[in-house]
């Protein structure tokens, strides 16, 4: 391998190391698309020159930045284009694991979709548990008011008393489903005014 | 303000202009025929005063993909190495014209807006 192949190389590897949160096969070929450019700008003539490749370098500018860009725009543009909970789930595992802001995203998107699943586990299980599935509202030692929702496992709580009775059925599957559409659009709004918020790198 | 940060913002509203204009200016360099980064890269540099960074272009691509509006496809060339190759899709067709009718509207507000400033040089 030659010295200008070598440097392109090298380049290409710390590009590689700093693209976390993609798909091996997203990085694969986004390393193969940056050296088929490098290797064509730096050699007009042929050879790669020693200036050739410099001046190729030097023209996508510092790895980590050109990384950075890669990584908020493929993980963002894929939690963006993600419409079903499981996949943007999945999405923001990824922006998660790059950015603060998306492990917050993340943990406030996941926290709804739990309560939401709960909600519709109550009203699904209600008609198999009728005496102890349901949102109860529990007093606890020092008298003050505690919510907690009760699956149908377990005996009746016996100091507190139940909401709703079999009215949890129809507004457990309403207000489980209504946060699951919310959470979903909340972090979907959340990406867009990131998007267009977040610091621009780099030179144009 | 500093004199510094006022430069800064400056030269930040400069860069955000750039790369507003730059998705529309990919998808109108590949209105005729598919093309290649680097020719992408040649054709809005001859074809404009938009001088981009090199680096800036190729996670764009990678950006228009994934939402679709464009596709992509590896190509063997003369030169010895593949070469990737750009093309729009339906949507990347609709969506530069809709880029390009609001970027029409928007130039020509702007223009009545800066008149009084026309034919004065700094």
New interface residues.
């Given amino acids: 391998m030659s010295m200008q192949q070598q440097r392109i190389e090298e380049y290409l590897r710390q590009v590689r190391s700093r693209l976390r949160g993609l798909r091996e096969e997203?990085v694969v070929?986004?390393i193969?698309?940056?050296?088929?450019?490098i290797?064509?700008?730096a050699?007009p003539a042929g050879d790669s020159t020693v200036d050739g490749v410099s001046a190729a370098l030097g023209?996508?500018?510092d790895p980590e930045?050109?990384a950075r860009?890669?990584v908020?725009?493929?993980v963002l543009?894929?939690v963006?284009?993600s419409r079903s909970p499981l996949r943007l789930l999945d999405s923001l595992f990824g922006w998660a694991t790059v950015s603060a802001a998306g492990f917050l995203v993340l943990m406030v998107t996941l926290s709804g979709y739990l309560l939401g699943a709960v909600f519709v586990l109550v009203a699904l299980l209600k008609p198999f548990h009728p005496a102890t599935a349901g949102l109860w509202v529990l007093r606890d030692s020092a008298a003050d008011l505690e919510l907690s929702v009760r699956l149908g496992f377990g005996t009746a709580p016996s100091s507190g008393h139940e909401l709703f009775g079999w009215w949890i059925v129809p507004l457990g599957l309403l207000v489980g489903c209504g946060l699951i559409v919310l959470m979903t659009r909340l972090a979907l709004w959340c990406v867009s005014i990131y998007r267009r918020a977040r610091p621009?790198r780099?030179?144009? | 303000m500093e004199e510094g940060d006022k430069q800064s913002l400056g030269d930040k509203w400069e860069v955000q202009l750039r790369k507003g204009c730059l998705e529309l200016a990919i998808l109108a360099a590949l209105w005729e025929r598919r093309l290649y980064g680097l020719e992408i890269l040649r054709l809005i540099e001859s074809d404009s005063e938009l001088i981009i960074s090199e680096g800036t272009i190729y996670p764009l691509l990678a950006r228009l993909k994934a939402i679709g509006f464009v596709e992509s496809e590896w190509v063997e060339s003369n030169s010895g190495h593949p070469r990737k190759y750009y093309a729009l899709t339906a949507a990347g067709r609709h969506r530069a014209l809709e880029m390009a009718a609001m970027w029409e509207r928007f130039s020509s507000s702007m223009g009545r807006v800066l008149a009084p400033l026309k034919g004065i040089q700094q």
């Fill in positions: 997203e070929e986004i193969a698309e940056l050296r088929s450019h290797v064509e700008r050699t023209a996508l500018g930045d050109l860009e890669y908020k725009d493929e543009a894929r963006e284009t621009l780099g030179r144009l």
